[in-house]
Antibody, heavy 120, light 110 residues
């Protein structure tokens, strides 16, 4: 069965970086785009970007350009999201979500979420 | 890219039908048939309910349906049940090959 398993919760200081992993199983990792979405406490969903695991090509929301790095390691079917220069308002649950075969929208399988807390 | 516009809250009684709207622009909702809807219960990951405007993933109740007219997409839930009480979000593919979400709608089953 399809599963996306994310790395564990993180506590970071302002200005630091965080790298969240998302290990996929149960399907061909390179066959579907992977999206990253975050949700601050009590807030809505915010799309961060996608990666095409086949080509490594990425696209991110304008807000996150130059600030987020999306990568993948096809040998272990894992996608990564690195966010730099963290601020307190980056405290959120970060989700990976499988997309379609093209760059459409997040679809049917989501990771369990990774809570990133930014606090001095 | 501005967030898609959803009502902050809707409510209905068990057995009734409700509709949640999601308004965008010609650069997103109106320009593509890539609108999805998600249900999110507190503390849980979002669950896909509708994709490509009106398609239901396997396992999703046929009480959930989606449609689109111009720049506005809609999610209709018929035969409301207590377990439908949750937050609902729409998303759309955009002309910049990105994705935009709606602000979310809290559904209360009275």
């Amino acid at each position: 069965q399809v599963q996306l398993v994310q790395s564990g919760a993180e506590v970071k200081k302002p200005g630091a970086s965080v790298k969240v992993s998302c290990k996929a199983s149960g399907y061909t990792f390179t066959g579907y785009y992977m999206h990253w979405v975050r949700q601050a406490p009590g807030q809505g969903l915010e799309w961060m970007g996608w990666i095409n695991p086949n080509s490594g090509g990425t696209n991110s929301a304008r807000k996150f350009q130059g600030w987020v790095t999306l990568t993948r390691d096809t040998s272990i079917s894992t996608a990564y999201m690195e966010l730099k220069r963290l601020r307190s308002d980056d405290t959120a649950v970060y989700y990976c979500a499988r997309g379609g075969v093209g760059a459409t929208t997040p679809r049917d399988y989501w990771g369990q979420g990774t809570l990133v807390t930014v606090s001095s | 890219q501005s967030a898609l516009t959803q009502p902050a809250s809707v409510s209905g009684s068990p057995g009734q039908s409700i509709t949640i709207s999601c308004t965008g622009t010609t650069s997103d909702v109106g320009g593509y048939n890539y609108v999805s809807w998600y249900q999110q219960h507190p503390g849980k990951a979002p669950k896909l309910m509708i994709y490509e405007v009106s398609n239901r993933p396997s396992g999703v109740s046929d009480r959930f349906s989606g449609s689109k007219s111009g720049n506005t997409a809609s999610l209709t839930i018929s035969g409301l049940q207590a377990e439908d009480e949750a937050d609902y979000y729409c998303s759309s593919y955009t002309s910049s090959s990105s994705v935009v979400f709606g602000g979310g709608t809290k559904l209360t089953v009275l």
